[in-house]
Nanobody
Framework: DVQLQASGGGSVQAGGSLRLSCAAS????????IGWFRQAPGKEREGVSC????????FYADSVKGRFTISSDNHKNTVYLQMNSLKPEDTAVYYC???????????????WGKGTLVTVSS
């Protein structure tokens, strides 16, 4: 089935940058959105950014707008998240996510990659 491989996490100082990558396999030409969630200690998992391979529409959480940029290489089924001006509050485990569109939203299929840790020191 679908497999997600993420990379690019690490430790940086505030103001620094990181680039996350996630390569998806097994999608077999299905229509989907791909992006990132994150979960900080003691907090709920939240959506960070995603992009639809159907029309390129993007989503950004308010907390990262203007700092993060998502892009995709549809031929490679890969998504990139360029994270600039990182803040300590960006520290979290970041999870790659794919939502494959179904006949209606309630039939959408979700796939999760293993988390990659991003640590931003002050």
């Amino acid at each position: 089935d679908v497999q997600l491989q993420a990379s690019g996490g690490g430790s940086v100082q505030a103001g620094g940058s990181l680039r996350l990558s996630c390569a998806a396999s097994g999608l077999n030409l299905e229509d989907y959105a791909i992006g990132w969630f994150r979960q900080a200690p003691g907090k709920e998992r939240e959506g960070v950014s995603c992009i639809s391979v159907v029309d390129g529409v993007t989503f950004y959480a308010d907390s990262v707008k203007g700092r993060f940029t998502i892009s995709s290489d549809n031929h490679k089924n890969t998504v990139y998240l360029q994270m600039n001006s990182l803040k300590p509050e960006d520290t979290a485990v970041y999870y790659c996510n794919v939502r494959v569109y179904g006949l209606s939203p309630k039939y959408d299929r979700h796939y999760w990659g293993k988390g990659t840790l991003v640590t931003v020191s002050s």
